[in-house]
DNA sequence: GCATATGTCCGGTAATGCCGGATGGGGTAT
DNA sequence: ATACCCCATCCGGCATTACCGGACATATGC
């Protein structure tokens, strides 16, 4: 049809999109579902019905829902694992220290992706569950992982994914965003001031690999109102920092 | 060609066959990948480029990974997320006060899926993570999933999976199940001695819904050793079934 | 520079994904 | 009781495409 298809295998790409929309929706019918989906009843029947043989899908009566399966698959590889592991009790110290949440995100096909959330004692809830996807410019950790990229990197995620607005205050301007990244660049750490949430701000560092390229990123966010001047600019911006390289040794040397 | 096919979608079988052996081998090259699954190297390749270009894989300069994609479908349906948030203060509790390890098991499928874990002050390291697919019946939490079950529900499952043994103390016969799972409705919680892992003891309960339906099971389990006749069958049994029974309160009343 | 890996690409064809329509069951209101 | 509606499921056929053999470019090591 239109593109040449860098999907060989359209059957798959229908598939995931049957899931996704299942997942999306909590569990559905297949007319929900074929409805949602804009496909006939029967083919979205197909998709499900195998699915649910493979085990991937469970089916109550009618009703199907996501599997736990997936739970296996979200082991992540290798390499990422170990920043997992290895990131995962310093953000516990982060978020106790703080008070606040401290998360951890990488970055992948130029989105940011949680992996990991430790809620402080005082930690106000968010709408941020491990494994969400974000665009990169709305968070203080996208932006620290961007800040590390070469420019070409940059403009091609910005191409692809562009840079749409979140709340008021997130950055919609392409040259606006260089010159954050700058800065970033220069001082060591992003900050977010309700770009991806009305009323919460966020300070995040990266973390590099040996060869200074990004591998993800740590950050602390809590309401806008415990973070004041002071607390915004100096004190969680150094504990961030500090945490952020205690990691960055711990995985070159281990 | 051999069954009447309840795979209507090949496609998407074949897909997932891809993704599950990409898991195990923990990324690989499509060389590689083609001679684990015995297909052609193009059409490994086709899935992987779909697969890829949807975002669900990741490549590094030909070797392919699971992307971290698959932790936002990790997030379970709603009814197995309540299951989920109730129970697991509960276990971290009953880790603390044991000191051993506390796991949560649900039923899918028929095979047990490990929900959550909390690793207690003493825990020893197991090589159970969140995610991991085990045979009911190699375990006291999927025997005890079992006990609740109907004689049918259990001789479909014995059929579909059968009962291969892990090690061997691994009960491989059907009646000898059957008097087990009658002994456990009538005590109320399920032991495992070295059943899945030498050296292992486990104690479980299940949980159930308003219609005495299992949902899934909880269990402590830790080192033969310190898991002498005592505790093995009277103090951890008790804790195990009081948490259970705040479970399950929990879950209807709230 | 040769040999042998690799990942990627292309094009034809047999297989199958897709879909309209039919079936039967479960619920509800009349 | 009955008629109605909506549901998940099944069937059959056609056009599409998943699949695969083979070719190509590149990388590594002898």
Redesign the pocket.
Known sequence: ?AS?????????A??FRVIETLHQLNG???????EALE????????????LTEAEYLV?E????HVGARFLELGGFARSQMKLYQVASPEIKKLAEETGEHANLMIEEHGKGIFLNKSKGPDAVNLDTHIGKRVHLHTTALGKAILSRESEEVVDEIVERHGLPSVTEKTITDIEELKQQLAKIRDRGYAIDDEERVIGMRCVAAPICDENERPIGAISVSGPTNRFDESTFNAEIPKSVLSTANVIEVNMTYS
């Not at 040449?4 to 798959?12: C, E």
């Open positions: 049809m040449k298809s860098r999907y060989p295998v359209q059957a798959a229908t598939t559905a019918g297949v007319s929900e579902l074929s496909m006939p009843k029967s083919t979205v029947h197909d998709h499900l019905q195998t089916n009566n009618g009703t199907y």
